[in-house]
């Protein structure tokens, strides 16, 4: 079992930053990936980005491109979302989520366990 804890999550205004951390604990290998996905008021769940913890590729959505970067510490079994250049529409709950597949996936029915979410807010 696998258990993932987010934290980083606040309000800022736009044009801020935030770090939001996700850390894995529990039976993991090396060959998994782990990536962050979003809901926003109304919205339905969307992927942000996505790392394979043991190729390291990143995969990003448009929305985030250029803005957000991904990246990770195998040895604290820890994934990391450096967000800059916020904008309102970045407001959401933001999930960490751990994919037993070293193949970085944005389909959010690849990832096996998840997180409970934390919660940013960009005020305009």
């Known amino acids: 079992q696998v258990s993932l804890t987010e934290s980083g999550g606040g309000l800022v205004q736009a044009g801020d930053s935030l770090k939001l951390s996700c850390a894995a604990s529990g039976r993991t290998s090396s060959a998994y990936s782990m990536g962050w996905f979003r809901q926003g008021p109304g919205k339905e769940r969307e992927f942000v980005a996505t790392?394979?913890?043991?190729?390291?590729?990143?995969l990003y959505s448009d929305s985030v491109k250029g803005r957000f970067t991904i990246s990770k510490d195998n040895a604290k079994n820890a994934m990391y979302l450096q967000m800059d250049s916020l904008k309102p529409e970045d407001t959401a709950v933001y999930f960490c989520?751990?994919?037993?597949?070293?193949?970085?996936?944005?389909?959010?029915?690849?990832?096996?366990?998840w997180g409970q979410g934390t919660r940013v807010t960009v005020s305009s």
């Open positions: 989520a751990l994919d037993l597949s070293s193949i970085a996936s944005t389909r959010a029915e690849r990832y096996r366990y």
């Open positions: 790392i394979s913890m043991f190729r390291g590729t990143t």
